[in-house]
């Protein structure tokens, strides 16, 4: 089945700087790949996808980006802001799986 | 338009007990999945039904099972608890050949 694979953990920024979040997978067949967003003690949210015949989708401050034959794709927030600060997965594939999770800290 | 609903939010049980969750997609959605959130294995696919048939299953055992309805809601079932189960288990519906994907609140299974 499908591996992926996150990373980092757990990152903290200053408010203003970028955020980038990575991940990994396997299954060369995988062609979609969400980003959740889930604040403490609610749930995940939808908040950017792309699918394998894009190489990058923006929606304003946030973009993905991913790379087929390095089998990789990453999450870019800019100029962050406290309300940015939640756990943030990545997926891969029809059967989603999910990374491990990274937990964004903005600090003001 | 209401979003994933389910029932219960908390449980509490008690380890060689069953239980049964329910989730209610969006309305229009006939894909419902179920997955498994702890600490320390993250978000865990369990399952995917379509049109009340199991199209995808993740890799639990068998004490872990589900079924959908006509009507699109789901419900999961866990049999003989044990304390490693306790956990969030959240639903998530989407429409037919969507990708796009919505989640329920989740409910908190807590065994002791």
């Known amino acids: 089945g499908e591996n992926v694979e996150q990373h980092p953990s757990t990152l903290s920024v200053q408010e203003g700087d970028s955020a980038v979040i990575k991940c990994t997978y396997s299954?060369?067949?995988?062609?979609?790949f969400p980003w959740y967003k889930q604040e403490l003690g609610k749930r995940p949210q939808l908040i950017i996808d792309?699918?394998?015949?894009?190489g990058e989708k923006k929606d304003q401050r946030i973009a993905v980006t991913l790379n087929k034959t390095a089998k990789h794709f990453s999450l870019h927030i800019t100029e962050t802001q406290p309300e940015d600060s939640a756990v943030y997965f990545c997926?891969?594939?029809?059967?989603?799986?999910f990374g491990s999770g990274t937990k964004l800290n903005v600090k003001p | 338009k209401a979003g994933v609903t389910q029932t219960p939010r908390y449980l509490i049980k008690t380890r060689g007990q069953q239980v049964t969750l329910s989730c209610s997609p969006i309305?229009?959605?006939?894909?419902v999945s179920w997955y498994q959130q702890t600490p320390g294995q993250g978000l865990q696919f369990l399952f995917e039904?379509?049109?009340?048939?199991?199209?995808n299953k993740g890799n639990f055992p068998g004490r872990f099972s589900g079924r959908q309805f006509s009507n699109s809601r789901s419900e999961m079932n866990v049999s003989t608890l044990e304390l490693g189960d306790s956990a969030l288990y959240l639903c998530?519906?989407?429409?037919?050949?969507?990708?796009?994907?919505?989640f329920g609140p989740g409910t908190r299974l807590t065994v002791t």
């Open positions: 039904y379509f049109s009340e048939t199991q199209r």
């Open positions: 792309i699918r394998s015949n894009v």
């Open positions: 998530a519906s989407r429409r037919d050949r969507a990708y796009e994907q919505y």
């Open positions: 299954d060369s067949a995988s062609n979609y």
């Open positions: 997926a891969a594939g029809n059967k989603f799986y």
């Open positions: 309305s229009g959605h006939r894909s």
